[in-house]
Structure formats: C-alpha cells, structure tokens
C-alpha cells in the first residue's frame, strides 16, 4: 500500500521517528510491498529514525538490511556511512563508501540521491582513510572529492592537511 509508506516517509521528514518506524515497518510486512527499491526506502528511513532516536545498533542493523535488499544502489552505503562519519567509526565509513564508489551506474527505476553521486563519497573516504592512517589513498580520495567542488573551502583545507601528512612520510 503506496499510502503507508507514504506516510511513513512524511513521518520521517516530520521527525517522527517513532511513527516512522512503525508505520514503514507496517509498509514492509504488506504483501504489496514487493518493489526493491521502495523498500530499500522504507528500511534506510527506518534506519535514520533509530540513529536519531540514538538506538544505533538498529540503525546499522536496518542500513544492513537495506543493503541486502538493493545491493546495486549506493544510497544505503552512502546514508549508513555519514551516520558512522558521525560516530567516528572510522572503519565503517571506510567500508560503505569503498562499497558504493564499486557502484558506476545510477538506478534507472528510482531517485537517486544526489549525494550519493557528487563529491560526498569520496570525501566521505579521504576522511575515514585519514583517520586509518592510509594517507596516500585518503589523498586521491580527496581531490576527487576537490573536482567535483574546486572552490569549497573545507575541501580544500582537508587536501593541504592530508597533502601535509603524505609529505611527512615521503
């Protein structure tokens, strides 16, 4: 049923997190609710409600299993990443956005996030790299992540840090 998902998305913009989880996950026992993508949806809303309610086990656990459900999109990779960019989980940002940077083609049946294919996930990784201390690949990382928002501030000062890094063991 298109209404409960719907409206289970609205509770999630509405910031609802308890309504939302509960009515998408309503939507994902319908027997209609037969459409990948839509569910991968409801499951990575889900997954935002539980982070934002700081239940972050379930978080992961709904990213992991909007994952299973479309494998071939990167906005789960690219949604669970930013919520482990804002745990500091380091090795989890490093694996979602290696994970969605092996995906080329955007989904041609349903909207694809913008963020998931502008500069964010290969910020997302020069980050985590550096932070793992794998300063070489934290440096391409970051000036792909530079061409694709040459004037940005932020990502021009992370490149000069990383840059400084790099040289310290050249």
């Known amino acids: 049923d298109r209404v409960t998902y719907y409206l289970g998305r609205e509770y999630m913009y509405a910031g609802m997190w308890e309504k939302c989880i509960e009515t998408l996950k ?3 026992s319908l027997k209609s609710s037969i459409w990948k993508e839509e569910r991968c949806a409801s499951m990575r809303w889900i997954a935002k409600s539980y982070f934002e309610l700081s239940n972050y086990t379930e978080a992961y656990c709904w990213y992991f299993r909007a994952i299973a459900e479309c494998p071939h999109m990167r906005e789960p990779y690219i949604e669970c990443a930013r919520m482990a960019y804002i745990l500091k989980n380091w090795e989890m940002v490093f694996y979602m ?3 969605a940077l ?3 083609q955007k989904s041609s049946i349903y909207v694809n996030m913008g963020y998931c294919w502008d500069h964010t996930p290969y910020d997302l990784g020069a980050i985590s790299c550096y932070w793992l201390g794998m300063y070489e690949r934290a440096l391409d990382h970051a ?4 061409s694709f928002k040459p004037g940005d501030k932020r990502l021009i000062n992370n490149l000069s840090i990383i840059e400084q890094q790099c040289a310290k063991f050249a």
């Open 97 to 99: 956005t290696e994970q």
């Open 26 to 28: 309503r939507h994902l």
């Open 102 to 104: 092996k995906i080329k």
């Open 143 to 146: 000036k792909k992540a530079l």
